[in-house]
């Protein structure tokens, strides 16, 4: 099992900057990437960036360079800096990873509680 806690969102006014943060606990050698992503009312879950254990990055086309994440294997973190905040970025933010189980490559997704993030002036 993994256990992830975000944290780091809140209320910001548009073209502000957040940093989100999520701690990942127990059997975290398992994983194998994490990513980021978002939802907000009435819209579907969507990617907003991921990292691989080999560093590899990706990004949803909204994020345009606005977004940078990161990790930090000592600590077991996952961050997300986030500049230029728009208000359509306002959504509940959610750290995702995912573990692979046995040598087929079969995994398992774990999702922490969300962070709200709310760009309003």
């Known amino acids: 099992q993994v256990q992830l806690v975000e944290s780091g969102g809140g209320l910001v006014q548009p073209g502000g900057s957040l940093l989100l943060s999520c701690a990942a606990s127990g059997k975290t050698f398992n994983i194998n990437s994490m990513a980021w992503y978002r939802q907000a009312p009435g819209r579907l879950r969507e990617l907003v960036a991921g990292?691989?254990?080999?560093?590899?990055?990706n990004y949803g086309d909204f994020v345009k360079g606005r977004f940078a994440i990161s990790k930090d294997n000592a600590k077991n973190m996952l961050y997300l800096r986030m500049n230029s905040l728009k208000a359509e970025d306002t959504a509940v933010y959610y750290c995702?990873?995912?573990?692979?189980?046995?040598?087929?490559?079969?995994?398992?997704?774990?999702w922490g509680r969300g962070t709200q993030v709310t760009v309003s002036s």
């Open positions: 990292i691989t254990t080999g560093g590899s990055t």
């Open positions: 995702h990873a995912r573990a692979i189980v046995n040598v087929e490559g079969a995994h398992v997704d774990y």
